[in-house]
């Protein structure tokens, strides 16, 4: 009997410690951060940067894997995220369409919902712009001026989120558009050829002539440093508080101890000096908003979406 109690601990004591070393070893194989989108907007230079530190850390590759897919769904990239192991070894680089609305139309490899956020780290810097020379300067001016004057409007797609802040504070100030069309590229072109009066575009796009541009609104968390007499959308319209992000997700099952390994590396990389240059130069917000923040954020922005939709219906 005694020598079964000693063989059972014993047994006891190898199995704790193997459980310790599985735990230590993540990741002891490549790690993908997939984003569902191409190469080379603020997301996917960013998630480069965490990959790159994730790689120097633990000492295994890490790469990002670019899976375009539409803003409005079907969102592949998410879909190889939730169909993946739930092991930390495909990392999804999502914008607020996915987690806020994927499970909500009709993707069924997304519903129910499927993934938990490690952290939001970036706020793209959304504004509706005019022409220097337009006869308003704010989105009550313009307003009043729509009511007896046809303005056209400028986006990059009705499923966007800044698409639709755009057209609900529209229908809030009691105006309606002229025209709106859908642009590949909305810049300082766009306004100076008159293909569009008012464009919503990334502050990025008309930074070469923001001289020449009047910026009426940001949809981002908070105010733009480079146009800081810019309100922002919730600042304008409290029910139309939200705005284009992007985050870290990873499928709910994943295990907390993985979680926070990536969480570590994700956090300092979008805090490091060389994440914030490009906050400085392109006017974006790069911060870390944690998992228990980001999940209470996901919740705020599906009712602010509901109410969008219920406008815009």
């Not at 005694?2 to 990741?27: E, Q, R, S, V």
């Not at 409005?72 to 739930?86: K, R, T």
């Not at 990025?204 to 810019?230: H, M, N, Y």
């Not at 908003?289 to 009712?303: T, W």
């Amino acid at each position: 009997m005694f020598g079964n109690k000693i063989l059972g601990g014993a047994l006891a004591l190898t199995m704790a410690a193997m459980g310790g070393a599985a735990l230590a070893d993540y990741p002891e194989k490549p790690v993908s951060f997939i984003v569902p989108w191409p190469p080379g907007d603020l997301e996917d230079v960013l998630t480069r940067m965490i990959a790159e530190d994730f790689q120097a850390e633990y000492g295994v590759s890490a790469a990002v894997v670019n899976k375009p897919g539409g803003g409005g769904g079907p969102f592949p990239g998410a879909i190889e995220v939730a169909q993946a192991p739930a092991d930390g070894y495909t990392i999804g680089s999502f914008v607020i369409g996915v987690p806020v609305v994927g499970h909500q139309i009709g993707i069924d490899e997304l519903t129910p919902e499927k993934f938990d956020p490690l952290g939001i780290f970036l706020t793209y810097p959304f504004v509706i712009a005019t022409s220097k020379d337009a006869p308003y300067s704010t989105m009550d001016e313009l307003a009043a001026y729509a009511q007896n004057n046809d303005v056209a409007l400028g986006h990059f797609g009705d499923p966007l989120t800044p698409t639709q802040v755009t057209k609900a504070m529209a229908v809030n100030k009691g105006f309606s558009w002229g025209s709106d069309a859908a642009f590949d590229a909305l810049d300082c072109n766009t306004l100076a050829s008159g293909d569009a009066d008012v464009i919503n575009t990334t502050l990025q796009l008309i930074l070469p002539c923001l001289d020449d541009v009047k910026v009426l609104v940001s949809i981002t968390d908070e105010r733009i440093s480079l146009v800081p007499d810019a309100p922002t959308a919730g600042e304008v319209d409290p029910d139309l508080n939200i705005a284009l992000w992007n985050g870290l997700f990873v499928h709910k099952d994943t295990p907390a101890d993985v979680r926070e390994k990536i969480i570590a590396v994700a956090q300092k990389t979008v805090m490091s000096a060389r994440a914030q240059a490009v906050a400085k130069e392109t006017g974006a917000l790069v911060y870390w908003q944690g998992a228990e923040d980001a999940a209470a954020r996901v919740a705020r922005n599906i009712e602010t979406v509901g109410k969008i939709q219920g406008l815009l219906e």
